[in-house]
T-cell receptor, first 118, second 112 residues
Framework: SAVISQKPSRDICQRGTSLTIQCQVDSQVTMMFWYRQQPGQSLTLIATANQGSEATYESGFVIDKFPISRPNLTFSTLTVSNMSPEDSSIYLC???????????????FGAGSRLTVL | DAKTTQPPSMDCAEGRAANLPCNHSTISGNEYVYWYRQIHSQGPQYIIHGLKNNETNEMASLIITEDRKSSTLILPHATLRDTAVYYCIVRPYGTSYGKLTFGQGTILTVHP
């Protein structure tokens, strides 16, 4: 399975500032996915990042608020811009992967980046 | 994707089998049932998936009813490390695997 590293693992940010989260994968992948998990809630897909093209955003998420970069096949960044307390969440990076034994196409997730906005 | 319904929480004694139900009464013929779990402070982890036959792997077993309207994830010998939120997800085969719709899941607590 792919191994995903996210930085930072957690941060405390001031209202109005921006923070960039990095996601590094140990293998080349076509698509990378960014999810958000608000406190006590389930996961919601923010956007899909393909290398060499603009990210595709889900309903309710816009590029100005969550700009994404995908400079190569192993790396992506998500920026949370002009943060407010409502942006306090865990942000997770994920990739499509093949499950070792079954060969099934599954999602592998990073451990997440926990942001607290004051 | 078809909607799923899971109990919000369940308890299980360590060493006993944990049986987690999922209702997906509107499932379509080309939709698979996937199970993921999320241990505290970690990202979700794939457990198992199936279409209509029962499936077993090193982590769990998946029992799907004949009409495919419900399924049960079985952890045969639960340990304290199995305490997590378990998500049942239904999605069509062949679509982007990255776009998963997570419900609220079941919080499984395994106690000594």
């Amino acid at each position: 399975s792919a191994v995903i590293s996210q930085k930072p693992s957690r941060d405390i940010c001031q209202r109005g500032t921006s923070l960039t989260i990095q996601c590094q994968v140990d293998s080349q992948v076509t698509m990378m996915f960014w999810y958000r998990q608000q406190p006590g809630q389930s996961l919601t897909l923010i956007a899909t990042a393909n290398q060499g093209s603009e990210a595709t955003y889900e309903s309710g998420f816009v590029i100005d608020k969550f700009p994404i970069s995908r400079p190569n096949l192993t790396f992506s960044t998500l920026t949370v811009s002009n943060m407010s307390p409502e942006d306090s969440s865990i942000y997770l990076c994920s990739v499509e992967d093949r499950h070792g034994d079954s060969g099934a196409n599954v999602l592998t997730f990073g451990a997440g980046s926990r942001l607290t906005v004051l | 994707d078809a909607k799923t319904t899971q109990p919000p929480s369940m308890d299980c004694a360590e060493g006993r089998a944990a049986n987690l139900p999922c209702n997906h009464s509107t499932i379509s013929g080309n939709e698979y049932v996937y199970w993921y779990r999320q241990i505290h402070s970690q990202g979700p982890q794939y457990i198992i998936h199936g279409l209509k036959n029962n499936e077993t792997n090193e982590m769990a077993s998946l029992i799907i009813t004949e009409d495919r309207k419900s399924s049960t994830l079985i952890l045969p010998h639960a340990t304290l490390r199995d305490t997590a939120v378990y998500y049942c997800i239904v999605r069509p085969y062949g679509t982007s695997y990255g776009k998963l719709t997570f419900g609220q899941g079941t919080i499984l607590t395994v106690h000594p």
